[in-house]
């Protein structure tokens, strides 16, 4: 899809996520002209990056255009004070595009007055253009105005639609999250390498290529997770021995619903 059907798009916050998804806008065809970004305070890089793009830069929500798309990448706990100022920028084509955690498509309604809403979550290797995303959109969202939606996000990774928002709870628990998930178990295979002998640098660089090793082949390869985990183990062999003890009745599987669990409980908490 052109992104210019998308256009005027409004971006309200340039800081990681919202950057990345303007630079991937911007990489992927869509005109500066046809993106305004709204920030009172962006970085220094971001303020060298509009210049030299020429991306129109307001400290306020302007006066002067209604977006087809606006995207809010604020803060959650700014949600309340900087959204409903942005009233001036809804009109009758607008879908309004949230990615704060924990906002419920009717907070997002409330702050706007109704109209198109979808409620996203993304998670943060969105910033190298490795994301995914869950997004969930309200009654009001048109299927040329998700398309939008999707063609917009889609410049950081896949992404994909869920009909009950109550899911968005369990997306955060899993990929919105989980990145965090990963990094940790890289600290934990450092650690173990560390204990069994291993210079610590040496064990940090062997736990960071295998879990990104891994990753990139999970990216590349249609085989099933399953398959590709039998792939590496041999009967009686080394792996086999590591995974008897991962797969054990309390190993890993058990550990990863509770961490999963008490993601989604915190999600929908927030979100009350």
Do not use: F
């Amino acid at each position: 899809m052109d992104l210019s059907a998308a256009a005027p798009v409004v971006l309200v916050g340039a800081g990681n996520m919202g950057g990345a998804l303007l630079k991937g806008w911007l990489d992927a065809g869509l005109s500066p002209r046809d993106v305004v970004v709204v920030d009172p305070k962006p970085s220094e890089a971001m303020v060298r990056l509009l210049a030299e793009r020429g991306v129109r830069h307001e400290a306020e929500p302007p006066s002067d255009l209604v977006a087809r798309v606006l995207m809010l990448a604020v803060k959650p706990q700014m949600m309340a004070d900087v959204v409903p100022s942005l009233k001036g920028l809804v009109g009758r084509e607008t879908v309004a595009v949230s990615i704060a955690a924990g906002t419920p498509l009717s907070a997002i309604e409330g702050y706007l007055g109704g109209g198109a809403v979808v409620r996203v979550m993304p998670n943060t290797p969105a910033m190298v253009g490795r994301g995914i995303s869950a997004a969930v959109a309200n009654a009001d969202v048109s299927a040329e105005q998700r398309d939008w939606v999707s063609a917009l996000l889609s410049v950081c990774g896949p992404v994909e639609w869920v009909d009950d928002e109550a899911l968005i709870d369990a997306v955060t628990g899993v990929s919105g999250s989980g990145p965090a998930y990963v990094y940790y178990l890289v600290e934990c295979m450092a650690e173990a390498g560390r204990k069994s002998g291993l210079p610590d640098d040496l064990a940090m660089r062997l736990a960071r290529a295998t879990v990104s090793g891994a990753g990139e082949m999970l990216h590349r390869s249609e085989e099933e997770a399953a398959t590709l985990r039998a792939n590496v183990t041999s009967p009686n062999g080394t792996t086999a021995a590591a995974l008897s003890v991962l797969m054990d009745e309390d190993g890993l599987q058990p550990l990863v619903e509770r961490t999963v669990e008490a993601a989604r409980k915190r999600a929908h908490e927030l979100g009350q």
